[in-house]
Nanobody, 123 residues
């Protein structure tokens, strides 16, 4: 079992920065950040693999950085150069290891989700 609790969302003006945190309990295999804007599907923003490699959506490449601190059991998403299109509920996600497990920015790869934290960017 994995439990995820996000924090760090808020309101910011365009061009600003925020850092999201996700407190992790359990033993996740692959972790990521997703977001969902009103009326839109949940999309994968960034994932981090067990070897530390990362993958980002084109829309956030170069602006967002996903990282993890295993000593603190915390996953982060550093967001900079925010724009109104980044406004969404942001979710931390994880899966656990099993033979054939997959990791990527697909929603169906993940079985554990946090409750979400709202990010609002004003112009």
């Amino acid at each position: 079992q994995v439990r995820l609790v996000e924090s760090g969302g808020g309101s910011v003006q365009a061009g600003g920065s925020l850092r999201l945190s996700c407190a992790v309990s359990g033993y996740p295999y692959c972790m990521g950040w997703f977001r969902q804007a009103p009326g839109k599907e949940r999309e994968g923003v960034a994932v981090i693999y067990t070897d530390g490699k990362t993958n980002y959506a084109n829309s956030v490449e170069g602006r967002f950085t996903i990282s993890k601190d295993t000593a603190k059991n915390t996953l982060y998403l550093q967001m900079s150069s925010l724009n109104p299109e980044d406004t969404a509920m942001y979710y931390c996600a994880a899966n656990i290891y099993y033979p054939g497990v997959l990791c990527g920015r697909r929603r169906d790869y993940f079985g554990y989700w946090g409750q979400g934290t709202q990010v609002t960017v004003s112009s």
